[in-house]
């Protein structure tokens, strides 16, 4: 279920801390998507110094971006440390006018990107580990800087585990995997019916159409 979150577990084991000065800490940046709706991009802006700045990959609905780089925060929290979130939402619609219709209305808007400002709750001293980006619902956001994952009983942020997918996002996956299957059992059969192919590449056919099948049965019983 959280094979979406594999790339990232596997690149938090690369965490590094990299002293800046005396009194503060490079930490490497990665998000977390709770909200289901994915993020197009997004990048983290110090608002007391604009060069104090990192990026971040897209993510996708319900999973957990890769790691990147950097940003600087005190070594020694205290009040008033905050974070700009600039995000840019993906693009409303399922084809490519109505993606292109959204890109049109959002850049006459002024919305392309949208800033979140969010306050950064106290950390331990030294500050270590990662900068993480929590989206949530509402175009809300927080942002935890710990050496410890969110799944973890001590993580110290508000919300605590990887997302868990909806019953809608789920089924909607679990339909677009099968609609792929049934294509692929279309060109089998078709194959077969035509007996285009050696005897070998048709057995091989068959074997596709059994093993298809038998998977499309097993995602159709999972549809809630």
């Not at 594999?6 to 998000?31: E, F, K, M, P």
Request: hydrophobic share 30%; charged share 30%; aromatic share 8%.
């Amino acid at each position: 279920m959280y094979h979406f979150l594999r790339r990232g577990l596997a690149l938090l084991w690369l965490v590094s801390l990299t002293a800046c000065g005396d009194d503060s800490v490079s930490l490497n940046i990665t998000g977390v998507d709770y909200a289901g709706q994915g993020i197009g991009s997004y990048h983290v802006v110090d608002p007391s110094d604009e060069q104090n700045r990192g990026g971040g990959e897209p993510i996708g609905p319900y999973s957990a971006g890769g790691i990147m780089c950097c940003y600087e925060v005190p070594k020694e929290w205290h009040e008033g440390l905050s974070v700009d979130v600039v995000v840019r939402y993906p693009l409303e619609g399922d084809t490519t006018d109505e993606r292109s219709e959204s890109l049109a209305r959002r850049r006459a808007e002024g919305t392309l990107h949208e800033t979140i400002h969010v306050e950064i709750p106290k950390y331990d001293t030294p500050a270590q580990g990662t900068l993480w980006v929590q989206f949530l619902p509402d175009k809300k956001a927080n942002v935890v800087v710990s050496k410890l994952s969110p799944d973890h009983k001590d993580f110290p942020g508000e919300v605590r585990g990887w997302p868990v997918p909806s019953k809608e996002y789920r089924n909607k996956i679990i339909k677009q995997r099968i609609e792929i299957n049934d294509g692929d059992l279309r060109s089998f059969k078709k194959g077969v019916k035509e007996k285009d192919g050696t005897p070998e590449q048709l057995k091989s056919y068959k074997r596709h159409i059994r093993n298809i099948e038998k998977e499309n049965a097993k995602l159709r019983g999972m549809l809630q």
